[in-house]
């Protein structure tokens, strides 16, 4: 067993009664900024937590606090904080010139970092579409494939994705996504897609047990397709795992049955790795744990390491010429598409992939997660436990018999406790997760799963058990 004495600090909350002083920056927050995915009226009840540096796989508030960043500050940190390489990279192009447009220019680092995903690209997806974050790449994908499909199937113009499925908030990416919390209220101004029931075997859509899985989810999501195949621009997927929507963990063989039946179908496959790339899942795409390669394949989050947005949109050499020939120019593109800093920063972090052993050791601290999924086992609110290279999942119930979600104040509660113990989660509903850098080392790891165990033991409903050790 871990000590964790070590990692826990005297947490003093704002006295609610003495006035802060002039300037505050708590306060002035709360005065002028609307933060995201964040309820308000929660916001305000106290002082936010202010982040002032960051190393490693640990960031440090106002205060003097140190934290393990259990969520890769949402998922984009790659290599850890203040990686050296990447800081040197940046600095050095910081010298040179912080930005110039792409629009009818280009500049060296565009051009190598565009050389260089196309060669580490599955299969032949060797062009590069440069945009500013995964929602804005998975825009550029559905139109690239409207464009595509339009031309043999001019009625060709709803796609296919799945329920709970999260592609962002632009317009185009909240009529495939399938959120209802996050996407319901603009309904109205969205195309919505078709979909299918995300295939996640905890909560089987067409109510199997696990023994009885033999992936027949898939095979309802292509009977779908195959009945609305004329009107079908594309199919989007999240390959692997369904981030927001979750921490779905599929069931292996779903990806490559659906992939081979959209092929079959001649209908453009778009894969979002915006969350999944660039080794979170074992592999440097998730696609490839499947040997899966799209139409379309969108990325961003880890390919700064974390340090600025850029995302990209990779296709083939194909769908370029298809598009050089026959649809024309391709009107879209951002201010800051291909970002010479964000450019140096994802140059830097593929150098250090490739220079280190971050994918290589995955299987070895994944030995972690085993010892964490023992222990929990021993939690009787506690079920659902998944996990997929260095992600980490498990849910909590008020009624694990029933399967009934812990309520938001307890997981609220737990969320507060593992950071006044030095761990920075964020719920996802009754969902806790860990998606450390993957830099983190064993004993941080270790570290993360003896906190979320002590978190746990306070803030359950009673009879929560009060072992469980993570050996």
């Known amino acids: 067993m871990t000590d964790i004495s070590h990692s826990f600090f005297e947490h003093h909350p704002p006295n609610s009664s003495a006035p802060e002083p002039s300037g505050d920056l708590g306060d002035l927050d709360k005065t002028w900024i ?9 916001w305000e009840q106290d002082r936010p937590m202010i982040i002032t540096g960051g190393k490693g796989a640990r960031i440090f508030d106002d205060r003097g606090h140190s934290y393990l960043d259990g969520t890769s500050s949402l998922w984009v940190n790659l290599l850890g904080h203040r990686h050296p390489a990447i800081d040197r990279a940046i600095m050095e192009q910081l010298d040179k010139i912080a930005h110039s447009t792409f629009l009818g220019l280009t500049h060296e680092g565009g051009i190598r970092l565009a050389e260089e995903l196309g060669r580490r690209a599955p299969g032949n997806l060797r062009r590069v579409f440069y945009s500013d974050n995964g929602s804005t790449s998975v825009e550029i994908a559905l139109k690239l494939a409207y464009l595509l499909r339009k031309h ?4 060709a113009s709803r796609f296919f994705s799945l ?19 996050f996407h319901s209220p603009f309904h109205p101004l969205v195309h919505a897609s078709l979909k299918a029931p995300a295939p996640d075997c905890f909560l089987c859509p067409l109510g199997l047990s696990r023994n009885q899985c033999s992936i027949d989810c898939a095979d309802e999501a292509i009977r779908i397709i195959r009945r609305h195949r004329d009107e079908l621009a594309a199919v989007i997927l999240e390959p692997r795992l369904q981030a927001a929507g979750g921490m779905i963990v599929w069931p292996e063989g779903y990806l490559s049955r659906m992939a081979r039946a959209v092929r079959e179908e001649g209908i453009p496959l778009i894969l979002d790795e915006v969350a999944t790339g660039f080794g979170r899942t074992g592999a440097l795409f998730a696609c490839e744990l499947e040997g899966v390669v799209p ?5 961003g ?13 990779l296709f083939s050499e194909e ?5 050089k020939n026959d649809p024309g120019i391709f009107y879209h593109g951002h201010s800051y598409t291909a970002n010479p800093l964000g450019v140096a920063a994802a140059r830097a972090t593929l150098r250090a992939l490739d220079e280190g052993r971050f994918i290589e050791e995955i299987p070895a601290k994944r030995e972690v ?3 964490l999924e023992r222990a929990l086992d021993r939690f009787p609110f506690t079920g659902n436990i998944r996990s997929l290279g260095l992600i980490f999942a498990f849910d909590i119930f008020s009624d694990p018999s ?3 979600p812990a309520d938001r104040q307890t997981m609220t509660g737990i969320e507060h406790r593992a950071q006044s113990l030095g761990l920075i989660i964020r719920p996802l509903m009754n969902t806790l997760y860990l998606i450390p850098p993957l830099s983190v080392s064993v004993d941080e790891l270790t570290l993360m799963g003896e906190i979320l165990l002590e978190s746990l033991r306070e803030f359950t409903p009673e009879g929560f058990a009060k072992s469980g050790k993570m050996k």
């Open 319 to 323: 769908t370029y010429q298809r598009l």
């Open 301 to 313: 989050k880890g390919l700064t390491g974390g340090y600025l947005p850029l995302a990209v949109t």
């Open 152 to 155: 043999s199937h001019p009625g």
């Open 369 to 371: 997660f085993f010892k």
């Open 295 to 299: 139409d379309f394949l969108c990325a």
């Open 34 to 42: 609307l933060h995201p995915f964040t309820p308000i009226r929660e």
């Open 402 to 404: 029933r399967k009934i």
């Open 163 to 181: 329920e709970r499925a999260y592609h962002g908030d632009t317009l185009g990416a909240v009529g495939v996504g399938g959120i209802d919390r």
